[in-house]
């Protein structure tokens, strides 16, 4: 006869652990750091919760060295797959940077991630912008009547999205014929 568990179930052993991790894995796709915050939370909630939080974190550990090597977590994969999905949206580069060292990623495989950005793609952080502008209907995308009266406000949108002052400045003063030669690129 199978055991049903509970929904405020203890996980105390490895395997649990590690079957509450495959289970997050099989939702999210996570980084190792959030893999980690989210299986310690889970553990020390958990109802009857008997062992200390040096042994809770040697058990997570050993389970997220395991994933690791069976490659089933793979930070440097992660880290290609967002940055990729970010520059589509049209995030830029330091904002991107910023996601994914606050995600836990390590400084040497973030300057891989960001050098790789910007040798397959020419000036992402131009075209970033004009996803931006597109998205959202502003600086080369409003109406002529209304481009100066919103040009600060369209400057702080793009320097809130992380694009320079002086790029920022550039895309807002492109013409609407120069515009399309750049969408074409999109």
């Known amino acids: 006869m199978n055991r ?19 289970k997050y894995l099989d939702k999210y796709q ?25 042994e809770v974190l040697k058990r997570i550990d050993a389970v997220l060295t395991d994933l690791e090597e069976k490659g089933v977590l793979n930070d ?3 880290s290609e ?32 991630t960001i050098e790789k950005i910007q040798n397959d793609n020419v000036n992402p952080d131009f075209y970033s912008a004009i996803r931006i502008c597109k998205k959202r209907r502003i600086g080369p995308y409003r109406p002529e009547a209304n481009k100066e009266i919103f040009y600060k406000k369209d400057m702080g949108v793009l320097a809130r999205s992380g694009f320079s002052y002086d790029l920022s400045k550039e895309i807002l003063g492109l013409e609407k014929k120069d515009l399309k030669i750049y969408e074409k690129k999109l």
């Open 81 to 112: 797959i967002k940055s990729k999905n970010f520059l589509k949206r049209g995030y830029s580069i330091n904002k991107i940077k910023l996601h994914l060292s606050q995600k836990g990623i390590d400084q040497n495989l973030l300057k891989k």
């Open 4 to 22: 049903v568990k509970s929904i405020h179930q203890n996980y105390e052993t490895t395997e649990e652990i590690k079957e509450l991790a495959l």
């Open 76 to 78: 440097q994969l992660y």
């Open 30 to 54: 996570p980084s190792k750091k959030s893999l980690h915050i989210y299986l310690f939370r889970k553990v020390m909630d958990s109802q009857n919760n008997t062992i200390e939080k040096s």
